[in-house]
């Protein structure tokens, strides 16, 4: 039996922020059940792929010599083969084999550039050569130094796979959920709504269905965001950057991708799937953006 027009709330920590869900038009218990379910596999997920700890198989990766193999899940599998293809897509500008990159800005603490750090020299210098390959759900470490780091990703796949879940293991439609205030997932709306109503920013709201939305601001001050083109760090506005997708991992992506490509090189990538938008800092609506309704907030 159903609860209609109630909207249960549910919430839980993993992978380094707190996942919530909304589900509408169900009875709690077994809503509540159905959302246990979904945060048992975020802790799988978790445990498996943020690259913390020793025993994650992120992490072992990492570890691996050159010309190692290791088996991968399926999860791992997936992220990887959308790294990979977006990384062609945006001519290496994203790419989750940088995170040697990722962690020497962010051990140094600052953002201003040395040319004469050797030790970023040398950190640049293995992420160029560094190689992996995956053949099935076989990931070899071709040649040594890179390292695969799927934080700028991670929570919008763990959207993704939270909402596959609620739909395909317990018929629940009307929902909506999301990684802490960065990314949101909306299915169906509560009855006979248009969408979920979801702020953006301090005066503005959109209604999303179907749709996932993702932002990066500079909202903290070891922030730091590479480019691993250059290897420097982009800055980022105070102003976040948003994106629209129709998966919460590509508009994830997308977030990175804002920040270091050109207007038009963004231009370009948006042209090229027609579901995607990204709102700059500044207020520009690019692609899906301008068809969704802004609406201010009441």
């Not at 549910?10 to 945060?39: C, K, M, N, P, Y």
């Not at 025993?55 to 997936?78: H, K, R, Y």
């Not at 998966?247 to 038009?264: D, F, H, I, N, R």
Request: charged share 20%; hydrophobic share 40%.
């Amino acid at each position: 039996m159903s609860d209609s027009g109630l909207i249960h709330n549910f919430s839980h920590q993993a992978l380094g922020t707190r996942f919530w869900i909304r589900i509408a038009d169900e009875d709690f218990a077994f809503a509540e059940r159905a959302a246990e379910s979904v945060f048992f596999t975020l802790d799988r997920l978790d445990s498996d792929l943020n690259g913390v700890g020793s025993g994650g198989a992120v992490a072992l990766i990492n570890q691996l010599p050159a010309g190692e193999m290791i088996a991968v899940s399926e999860d791992f599998c997936t992220l990887w083969k959308f790294a990979e293809a977006f990384k062609k897509e945006t001519a290496g500008a994203f790419d989750v084999s940088a995170g040697t990159l990722f962690r020497y800005w962010t051990e140094r603490g600052s953002d201003e550039f040395n040319p004469d750090d050797a030790i970023w020299e040398k950190t640049f210098q293995d992420y160029k050569t560094g190689k992996f390959s995956l053949e099935g759900n076989e990931l070899t470490r071709q040649q040594g130094g890179s390292v695969i780091d799927f934080s700028g990703i991670i929570h919008g796949y763990a959207c993704d796979r939270m909402a596959e879940m609620l739909e395909s293991n317990w018929g629940i439609h009307r929902a909506i959920l999301g990684a802490g205030n960065n990314v949101v997932l909306a299915l169906d709306p509560p009855g006979e709504a248009r969408g979920w109503r979801v702020g953006l920013g301090r005066t503005l709201e959109l209604k999303l269905c179907r749709t996932a939305l993702a932002s990066k601001s500079n909202n903290s001050l070891k922030s730091f965001l590479v480019n691993p083109l250059s290897g420097l760090t982009a800055s980022l506005s105070t102003d976040a950057i948003r994106a629209v997708a129709n998966t919460a991992l590509e508009a994830e992506g997308l977030t990175t991708v804002g920040v270091l490509l050109s207007e038009y090189e963004i231009k370009n990538l948006l042209t090229r799937v027609t579901t995607r938008g990204l709102w700059l800092p500044g207020g520009e609506c690019l692609g899906m953006f301008k068809n969704l309704d802004l609406t201010n907030r009441n």
